[in-house]
C-alpha cells in the first residue's frame, strides 16, 4: 500500500508515524513544503534506534529505510493508494491541494482531510470521484488516543468507507463513523462539555477551582476546566460556525460569551494561560456544589441518547468514544445506575427551565434505557 501524507507538522507527523510502525509493508510519500532533508534524517535516526534495541530486525530495517521519502513535489503522489492531507487549518489551502491532488492520482485513491473544523463538503469542492473523499479525523496525540472518526459524504462509497476503517483498524485505532452535521463531533461534543461546566459554575456561583474539585470523581485525569486550559480560550472561544448540531447552539454561545468576558479581562488566549489567570483573579465562595456530578453526568448521558437518536451507529462505539474523549472514569451506563434516571431528568428539567436551552432537553425513559439499560 501507497500513503501518502501531506503537511508534516503536529499532526502529519504523528499520523506518519502511527502507519510508519504499525504497517510493515507500506510505502510513504510525504509531501511537505519545507525540510525534506531534516525530516528524512530524524526518521533515520529512529529506525537506527529501534534497530540498535532490536525492535526491528536488519530486514526490515533495509525494507522501512527505503519505504518512504519527503517529497515537495506533489505530482510525487501520483501512485498513492490513499492520500491523508494535514496542512494548517485554510480552506482555500485545502482546496488547492486537493485541486492539484483530484487531477494527479487515480481515481480509487482515497483522499482524506484531517480538518477538525472546517466543512468537508467544502474541502472537496469539485473534485472529480467525490465517492474516494472523505474526512479522517485524527485526535492528538495521535498515539495516545484510541478513536478515529470518518466524516463522511453523501457521496461517499461504501468501498471507501470499508477501506479507511481497514486502514484505522491496522494502525490500533476504532473507527467511528460521522456524517452531516454530526461530522467532527467528538470536539463539538467536548466544547459543549465545557461549556455545560462553564455554566454549571456560573449558576452555582463558585470559583473555577471549587467547581473543578467538585468535578474531580468524574474526571480523574483531566476535568472540563483543564481541558479548557490546555486547548487555550483562543481555539475554544473561536468560531461557532464551526459546530453545527442546532439543538447545542444556544449553550454555545453563552460559552463564547463568558471566554470573551474572561479574554477582555485579561486572560491569555493561549494553552496553559486559563487556569492560572482564573486562580488569580477569582476567589472561593464556598457556595454548595454538591450536585455537580450529577448535574454534569446528566448533561452527557443526555448529549449521548441525543447523538445515538440522530446519527444512528453503534452504540458501543459511540459510548467508548464518548466516555474517551471526555475522560469519564466510567462508562455512562454506570453513571445512570448511579443517579438513576429520575434525578438525572430533574437535574436536566431544571437546567432547561433555567436557561431555555435546547441542549438539556431530554427523550423518555424508554429511549434512555434502550442504551443504558
Ligand atoms: N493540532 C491538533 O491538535 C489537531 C488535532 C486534530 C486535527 N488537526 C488538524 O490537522 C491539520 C494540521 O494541523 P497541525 O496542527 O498539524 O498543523 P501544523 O501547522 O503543525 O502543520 C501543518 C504542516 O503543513 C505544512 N504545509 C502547509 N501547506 C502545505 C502544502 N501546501 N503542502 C505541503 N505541506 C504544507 C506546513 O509546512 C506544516 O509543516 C489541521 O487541519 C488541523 O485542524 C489538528
Known sequence: MNIGIIGYGKMGKDIFS??????????FTVLEIADAEKNTAAVVKTLDKSLKRKKITQEQYDFKK??????????????CDLVIEAI?????????????????????????????????????????????????????????????ELNILPETSDDAIERAKSLVTAGGKKPVV???KY???LNQLLSCMVTHAIYMQKSADVSVKEMSSALSPLFPVAGPFDVLD?????????????????????????????MKEWTDAGCPQTTLGFLDFMAEHEKDTGNDCGNAELD????????????????????????????????LAEKPSYYCKKFGTDALFAALDRYA?????????????????????
Not at 482515497?110 to 469542492?125: H, K, R
Not at 448529549?303 to 459510548?319: P, R
Request: proline residues 2%; contains cysteine; negative net charge.
Open 18 to 27: 502511527l502507519f510508519f510502525d504499525k504497517l510493515p509493508d507500506a510505502e
Open 66 to 79: 527505503s519505504s518512504f521519502r519527503f517529497t515537495d513535489n506533489v505530482n510525487d503522489l501520483k501512485d
Open 88 to 148: 494548517f487549518e485554510n480552506i482555500q489551502a485545502k482546496q488547492d491541494i486537493f485541486g492539484k491532488l483530484g487531477n494527479i492520482v487515480s481515481e480509487n485513491c482515497l483522499l482524506l482531510t484531517n480538518t477538525s473544523s472546517l466543512d468537508i463538503s467544502s474541502v472537496f469542492e469539485n473534485i472529480p470521484h467525490r465517492e474516494r473523499c472523505f474526512g479522517m479525523h485524527f485526535f492528538y496525540p495521535v498515539k495516545l488516543t484510541g478513536f478515529v
Open 178 to 180: 460521522f456524517s452531516g
Open 183 to 185: 461530522h467532527i463531533y
Open 230 to 258: 490546555s486547548v487555550g480560550l483562543g481555539l475554544m472561544g473561536g468560531n461557532i460556525s464551526n459546530f453545527r448540531i442546532e439543538r447545542n447552539k444556544a449553550l454555545l454561545e453563552f460559552g463564547y460569551k463568558k
Open 296 to 327: 454534569m453526568a446528566a448533561f452527557v448521558l443526555n448529549e449521548a441518547v441525543n447523538a445515538l437518536e440522530e446519527c444512528g451507529g453503534d452504540t458501543e462505539i459511540i459510548s467508548e468514544a464518548v466516555v474517551e474523549t471526555l475522560g
Open 353 to 373: 427551565s433555567e436557561t431555555g436551552y435546547d441542549t438539556y432537553k431530554h427523550k423518555d425513559k424508554s429511549v434512555w434505557e434502550k442504551y443504558f439499560g
